[in-house]
């Protein structure tokens, strides 16, 4: 499909003899914010990893369409995956933490070699968060919760992603905080169109920030559609949304 990016063809993956995903379909268009939804154990962190290609599907495939050519992610290994463009914020954030800021930067560019870019490119991270500059220096350890998930991001975007997984980056932060890094979030989707696939625990915020959405239910989507119609619908608000 022309304005498909990631397309995931009926994916099973298991932990060992437990299937957590049964047959998971759905598509991320190029330059959409697209969240996936559901209750812990849904399978929502399982086909992140399983993009990522941190899991592997025993059935089903993981397609990028990258320019003219579609890559079978399934197929490659997570550092290949990494180098045509997808690129994961992972859930709770994992930043190296006896690394300085600058360090953890560095990381998340390892699969490059073109040292003018990385140094652009980090002092553009540091225009989107101004207080990794500050804390250039400092182990990333001893950041604050918010700190770190925007050194988290910073890092996956030194990788110069198509498409940006992201993993409950609200988690353990003050809706303030919360709140400014999806601001910045959908600044980065809006100006530079990189591609976000989202899973987040604040089911409402992830369907104001984002352009559509898949509800999952224990490893199966069973709802999809555009985040103001899943917003509208009286089973997502009872379910999700409480009212």
Known sequence: MADALLEVEGVVTQYGPVIALHGVSFRVDRGQIVTLLGANGAGKTTTLRTISGLLRCTHGHVKLHSDSKELVLSKMSPEQIVKVGVVQSPEGRQVFAD????ENLEM???TRRDRSGIKK?????????PVLG????QAAGTLSGGEQQMLSIG????ARPRLLLMDEPSLGLAPLITREIFDIVQTINREEGITVLLVEQ???LALQVSHHGYVLTTGTVVLEGSSERL???????RSYLGY
């Open 99 to 102: 690394l300085t800021v600058d």
């Open 108 to 110: 998340g560019a390892y």
């Open 121 to 129: 490119d980090k002092e553009r991270v540091e225009e989107y968060f």
């Open 134 to 137: 500050q804390r250039r220096g």
């Open 155 to 158: 890092r996956a975007l030194m």
């Open 202 to 204: 604040d089911v409402s």
């Open 231 to 237: 917003r509208a619908d009286e089973s997502v608000r």
